[in-house]
């Protein structure tokens, strides 16, 4: 039975996040976009991300490597990220919403990066526009030809009312008819359980905060979904030819991830089983202080055996080995080396650790490039929800993303870089407004405002003279 076989057949154990697809077809007629096997992969990696994958037992449980791989990529992704929107009353109504939204922007990348994709979806509350991430509880159901995703169900979590527990799942779906895009939302409520089930069809109006939704509304001349989805910029080596993103630890990198858990469980069963012991006969002297110790029983016919049992401990190769396999996950996703493996175990060149962090600059100039596009299709959607709702005047917006210099930028490599640079102005080869535009961020304009004139300059030498 091949690894992933033998994981699918546990999820009956576990507690499945996805919508069967059943269920999608019998209340909207659709189908989801991901087939079975992504479907048992999407779960898998939803196991693994909240530390209870398949293969946890007793002895093995999880080291949390999933969750840490999202949080370094989505950490070095956005650690000096911003976003303003400027251009109008709306833009700047659409900028305040989205200060909101970059609160909680590095958590949902995460989720993104380690569950395959997940789901943007603004939505009015009184005057603001909060968003919703949703991963597992949403459906793609349609990708248009680029590979974005223009269609899908989300489906809330479970609500209590009384004793009963309740469900909602809403449609999304952009379709064409003749030269108009027609986009369909279809909300409907069921009898559920606290996990989540789907069970008897029900009025909306059973719960308050769903009374006042339409069972189904139709909005024309829309471009793009009022919802964004964002996918790892990696390819779908599970299914190539399906639209559905893949986890950054998905495929063979969950399989190294099962190995690094039980490689660990072995080092913490090497110290556990060479601890030192005393073996004494019943007739040998032991106090309770000294339980630890010895391990005290009839061992010999003659009562008086007292042996010392010490082993030597076989950490260090058993650790060596652990590191490799550290190192095997951080290739395959994209860190550099030391990011989750000791970096004292790392032995490279200046050249080879320099590969190491271009590799992850690359990485993340990716991300940073798929992000910024799933933030282009929010921040429509939040336009697109001004306009229905009515909760900022018309007018434009433009936004723009500031993301940093990124893990290359080494403070030490800065310092030289900017000593050299300090030997060309004093040469006379750069230019000291140029040195301001790079060093200070300035733009050209405001550089050359604020060097002194060349009269304030003439003054303060006849000062000198003087």
């Not at 230019?431 to 301001?436: T, V």
Request: with cysteine.
């Amino acid at each position: 039975m091949g690894f992933f076989d033998w994981a699918r057949s546990l999820f009956g154990k576990l507690n499945r996040k996805t919508t069967a697809a059943g269920t999608l077809e019998k209340e909207f007629g659709v189908q989801p976009a991901a087939s079975r096997e992504m479907e048992d992969n999407i779960n898998l990696w939803w196991s693994m991300y909240i530390n209870h994958p398949p293969w946890e037992t007793c002895d093995i449980y999880s080291l949390g490597l999933p969750s840490a791989i999202g949080r370094e990529l989505a950490s070095h992704a956005m650690c000096e990220f911003s976003v303003m929107v400027s251009g109008s009353a709306r833009g700047s109504y659409l900028d305040e919403q989205m200060q909101l939204a970059a609160k909680h922007l590095k958590k949902d990348l995460e989720m993104g990066l380690c569950l395959g994709g997940i789901a943007l979806k603004p939505y009015p509350d009184d005057n603001r526009l909060l968003v919703d991430a949703c991963t597992t509880n949403f459906t793609p159901t349609r990708f248009d030809g680029t590979g974005k995703c223009i269609g899908g169900v989300f489906k809330s979590n479970p609500v209590r009312v009384g004793q009963d527990w309740y469900v909602k799942m809403e449609y999304h779906d952009m379709q064409k008819q003749g030269d108009i895009n027609i986009y369909i939302i279809q909300n409907k409520a069921y009898k559920s359980g606290k996990e989540g089930n789907i069970g008897q069809e029900v009025s909306l109006s059973v719960v308050d905060d769903w009374a006042d939704l339409l069972p189904e509304t139709r909005i024309e001349n829309l471009e793009s979904p009022l919802f964004a989805y964002f996918k790892p910029p990696i390819s779908n080596n599970i299914e190539p030819s399906s639209q559905m993103g893949i986890s950054v630890y998905g495929g063979a990198t969950a399989l190294l991830i099962k190995e690094a858990d039980e490689r660990w469980s072995e080092i913490k069963w090497e110290y556990a089983s060479g601890q030192r012991k005393i073996f004494a006969d019943n007739g040998a002297e032991s106090s309770q202080f000294m339980d630890r110790l010895f391990e005290v029983g009839a061992f010999s016919s003659t009562n008086d055996l007292f042996h010392e049992f010490s082993p030597e401990f076989r950490d260090t190769p058993l650790y060596n080995g652990f590191q490799r396999i550290l190192q095997r996950i951080e290739f395959n996703t994209g860190l550099s080396y030391g990011t989750i493996s000791d970096p004292q175990t790392v032995e490279k060149t200046a050249t080879e650790i320099l590969a190491a962090k271009h590799r992850q600059y690359v990485t993340e100039g990716d991300i940073q490039r798929e992000f910024e596009e799933t933030l282009n299709n929010l921040l429509y959607a939040m336009n697109a929800w001004c306009d229905i709702s009515q909760l900022a005047p018309a007018g434009e917006y433009k936004a723009e993303y500031n993301w940093g210099d990124g893990v290359l930028d080494d403070p030490d490599t800065r310092r030289q870089d900017m000593s050299m640079d300090l030997q060309l102005l004093n040469a006379g080869i750069l230019n000291d407004w140029e040195f301001r535009v790079k060093w200070l961020k300035e733009d050209e304009a405001t550089a050359k405002a604020a060097l002194p004139k060349a009269e304030d300059m003439i003054d303060e030498k006849q000062d000198e003279i003087e």
